[in-house]
């Protein structure tokens, strides 16, 4: 099988199981035991030298980081269904949220949840209210991303939003739990946390 996903469902790596289901290609898990500390062994830091998980190869080609291993199994498996073609002009939009949940959500909450004192004027996320703001005026144009059309952008911003919101690290705003709840009716993501679920079990974990 020529995916294999180093994962754990304690991990990002859970959230990239949606990803990969969505891609709808055959994909093998390899389970990397984040409590005991595997990810920093040499087998997974000579695939990604952060040492963390997600983790894909796909043959030959490693991909790391969450965002990153989304788009690329859209382009790679869906293109112009998962991810818009190269010159549909909806690319710009695609791009600009995918890459705004990583850079801009994440800091801006991680920010904000543990008290970091920065000059918001240097940093890539800016403040907390202007991401709020931001990130909601992404899905000011329909039910996803694209507007009416469902893409990976959605299992990128989407998928943080969910967490966040479990999470209670985002304000639970009509805009975002709206939007999730959509999100959960997906089989690709609702197959994705069956797995993650049994996983769960099998590794003895809640
Ligand atoms: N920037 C990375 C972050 C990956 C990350 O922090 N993964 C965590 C699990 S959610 C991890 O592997 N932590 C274990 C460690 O850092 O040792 C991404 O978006 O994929």
Same mark, same amino acid.
């Given at each position: 099988?020529?995916?294999?996903?180093?994962?754990?469902?304690?991990?990002?790596?859970?959230?990239?199981?949606?990803?990969?289901?969505?891609?709808?290609?055959?994909?093998?898990?390899?389970?990397?035991?984040?409590?005991?500390?595997?990810?920093?062994?040499?087998?997974?830091?000579?695939?990604?030298?952060?040492?963390?998980?997600?983790?894909?190869?796909?043959?030959?080609?490693?991909?790391?980081?969450?965002?990153?291993?989304?788009?690329? +199994? #859209?382009?790679?498996?869906?293109?112009?269904?998962?991810?818009?073609?190269?010159? *549909?002009?909806?690319? /710009?939009?695609? @791009? %600009?949220?995918?890459?705004?949940?990583?850079?801009?959500?994440?800091?801006?909450?991680?920010?904000?949840?543990?008290?970091?004192?920065?000059?918001?004027?240097?940093?890539?996320?800016?403040?907390?209210?202007?991401?709020?703001?931001?990130?909601?005026?992404? +899905? #000011?144009?329909?039910?996803?991303?694209?507007?009416?059309?469902?893409?990976?952008? *959605?299992?990128?911003? /989407?998928?943080? @939003? %969910?967490?966040?919101?479990?999470?209670?690290?985002?304000?639970?705003?009509?805009?975002?739990?709206?939007?999730?709840?959509?999100?959960?009716?997906?089989?690709?993501?609702?197959?994705?946390?069956?797995?993650?679920?049994?996983?769960?079990?099998?590794?003895? +974990?809640?």
């Amino acid at each position: 099988m020529s995916l294999v996903l180093h994962y754990h469902p304690y991990s990002r790596a859970a959230g990239t199981l949606w990803a990969l289901e969505e891609a709808g290609q055959p994909y093998e898990l390899k389970v990397v035991d984040i409590m005991k500390g595997e990810q920093k062994g040499p087998g997974l830091v000579a695939k990604n030298p952060m040492g963390k998980l997600p983790t894909l190869e796909d043959g030959d080609v490693v991909v790391t980081e969450a965002a990153a291993i989304c788009l690329y +199994l #859209a382009d790679r498996y869906a293109p112009g269904k998962l991810a818009p073609a190269l010159d *549909d002009p909806r690319r /710009g939009t695609y @791009l %600009r949220w995918s890459f705004f949940a990583p850079s801009v959500i994440e800091p801006a909450v991680m920010a904000k949840v543990s008290g970091w004192t920065y000059k918001e004027v240097a940093a890539g996320w800016g403040n907390y209210d202007s991401m709020i703001a931001a990130a909601e005026s992404a +899905l #000011a144009h329909g039910p996803f991303v694209l507007g009416e059309q469902f893409s990976m952008a *959605d299992v990128v911003l /989407g998928g943080l @939003l %969910r967490f966040m919101l479990q999470f209670k690290t985002i304000e639970p705003r009509a805009a975002f739990t709206g939007y999730v709840a959509r999100l959960d009716q997906r089989p690709a993501f609702q197959r994705a946390e069956a797995r993650n679920l049994a996983m769960r079990q099998q590794l003895g +974990l809640k």
